[in-house]
């Protein structure tokens, strides 16, 4: 990533967003402000620092930027015994936040737990309890599948073809996925996967970040800047874009080193990256 | 792994395989000796410690010691230039050993290269030229599924269904694929491909090692002891013999705590969870 920091300035590309945790010490006020002098349009928020600085504040802050909120990280963690009302708390914490899509991490196994089948029966317990209540909201519940690294202590959601299993029995005004390029990049059958989820109408969220190694440990903070890995980003967006989704592209990047960085150079390089890489 | 360790001697189960890799720091005749004093009737080699104590040399106490070779680890990295040379010594090797099957880890991609389609038709061509030559030493190629952490730099056969469906234009005695837990436990359709590995009677080989969290740095060395995880590894064991399956089980550890232990130790701590955690 040091190597090529910045380049010239890069007017944001209208579909691009800002997920937060890509830019994850910038307060909430710079942050939006940021992207709004960047002319990024979209951010993507996550709850804690939304409630950290607010619930009512942040909505406000993020009108008056000009911008929307494309998704809200997270719900899901199914496995947590307060996880109903807990997910509820996100769907109304996304309505009020004006978010489409509320992202689910489904979470992993309970600890000393080896019922893998019954962790994934539980996340679909929970949509099907979940999916009207988010209906009401208008907001739409979005299944992340993980890369399989993730599955026992995450998310028991690993690929996409699982995902739309899930999403299945429900309307997709109230269930969707989320396509992420850094845990479905590996899949023999994403390309697949993603016009399935097309048809079927479920795409609620397209994610990007790149895949390098060596994973640091604990595997939770080696995603790579675009470019800097091996990914298709570029064939991805395609394909994504070829089942007629014309949403957000939210650029979601957990990387020590991107965090070290100020927000607005992250941000700077992100842009440049993304109108190199992705669009 | 710690607090556990031994228990009562195990008399070994004659299913039981120790892969080398697991007790990695083993001298090669304390290994084998080692293993035919606690009644172990099979063990998996690796190519480099064999060559290290010489193949013909290898050979010979392989036999002295009563013992025979469940597998020889490991053909593949498809992606050097020199893969189908080095290949065709492997199958050799094995056939010098009595080792009914070489084991394929298949390569990532080359540095640089975002081409995980071509990656995946040059472990397919790869195998064309190679499985003929297998046939006429009578060495099985097994094709490994690792786990999707491992795609970009060591193997980019991720799932059960891809390598089944690299081994098809072959016939089972000349390519088949590798059931190993750690590498598969995650995946929704694992037990669909085991049936379906039965069917087409391509099982070379059955590995167990079970998953722990967090991963180590790298993701190489984080097996878990069997017991220690997450994986049901009794429920991979019947679904495996469910297909007909009656060889061996191999124990393949990858971890420093293990590798910290004196050989005697480690092979006695894996006959005790074996016991317990397996059959």
Known sequence: MADRPGGPP????????????????WPMPDLLSGCAAK???????WREPVAEYGLARTAKLV???????TSLCRGGFF???????DNKRAIEEAAALGAPVLVLVSGGLPDGSRDIDGARTRVADALAELAPFAGQHNVQLAIEPLHPMYCSDRCVVS????????????SPDEVGVVIDTYHLWWDPTAYDGIARAGREDRIAAFQVADWTTPLPEGVLTGRGMLGDGCVELRRFRQAVEATGYTGPIEVEIFNEELWAMPGADALSL??????????
């Open 159 to 170: 690929t996409l073809a699982q995902a739309l299993d899930l999403a299945s029995p429900h």
């Open 63 to 69: 009108g008056d930027n000009g911008l929307t909120v």
């Open 79 to 85: 496995q947590q015994p307060d996880a109903i009302a």
């Open 10 to 25: 890069v007017n944001a590309d209208p579909r691009f967003s800002l997920n937060q945790w890509t830019t994850r010490h």
């Open 39 to 45: 002319g990024v349009r979209g951010v993507g928020l």
């Open 270 to 279: 992100t842009l440049s990256r993304f109108a190199e890489h992705v669009v």
